[in-house]
């Protein structure tokens, strides 16, 4: 039985419902943590960027002032309007969506956060793999259902160090404040080792690695 769904029945959920009142403390975003890792990871060369379901815009602001253009793309028209707004004055930046297989190049970086279990796994990174220049890089963060034994390892890791990241990363306790739009969200049904064989297909030589805050990431270079 997978730990969340068991720490959801033990004890007439009381553990489940201590760790969410602990975490709604301290509450930190799991996605844009990894931001900081997408940043130190750039390719060597900045023309184009894309991020792929780019949400309220975070990533695509920070993205901004490391590239000579930015598209943000995201098929639902509520996130569209939160990041044509966070990104106001940015002139380099672009929103739409429409087609993001569709790009021209120079593609010189594809980011995904949270992106791939909503698409077609194997057609979608054929396609960062089609739309790269050599020498451009493809980051992704991603979510996948725990099936293994070292899955459930990684759950339990997560959800033990979860608040402390939380108070370490907001040490105040949360107080109620202006209402967060929030991103559309799909419950993810590839497991890991599943994922990682087709990652390493389509794209040879790519590190996909487990990360705590339930998440795994993905990096490949596409070869010159």
């Known amino acids: ?88 004055g940015l002139a380099n930046v672009t929103i739409d969506g429409r087609s993001w297989s569709d790009a021209t190049g120079p593609i010189d970086l594809v980011t995904m956060v949270a992106v791939l279990h909503h698409l077609d796994v194997a057609a979608a990174l054929a396609d960062v793999r089609r739309l790269l220049k050599p020498g451009g890089r493809f980051l992704a963060v991603g979510l996948a259902p725990p099936r293994s034994a070292t899955d459930h390892l990684w759950d339990l890791a997560s959800a033990v160090t979860n608040p402390m990241i939380g108070y370490v990363k907001h040490p105040w306790p949360s107080s109620d404040g202006a209402p967060v739009t929030p991103v559309p969200i799909k419950d993810p049904t590839m497991p890991f080792d599943e994922l990682r064989e087709i990652v390493l297909d389509v794209m040879p030589g790519a590190s996909i690695r487990r990360r705590l805050g339930f998440r795994h990431t993905i990096a490949w270079t596409k070869p010159s």
């Open 1 to 88: 039985m997978a730990l969340r769904t068991w720490t959801g029945e033990f004890a007439g959920g009381t553990i489940a419902t201590g760790m969410a009142r602990l975490n709604a403390r301290h509450p930190w975003s799991h996605n844009d943590h990894f931001h900081s890792w997408i940043l130190a990871n750039l390719p060597a060369r900045r023309r184009g960027a894309l991020d792929v379901g780019c949400g309220r815009g975070e990533l695509v602001a920070a993205l901004s002032p490391r590239f000579a253009s930015v598209r943000g793309n995201d098929r639902d028209e509520e996130m569209r309007r939160h990041a044509t707004a966070r990104c106001t």
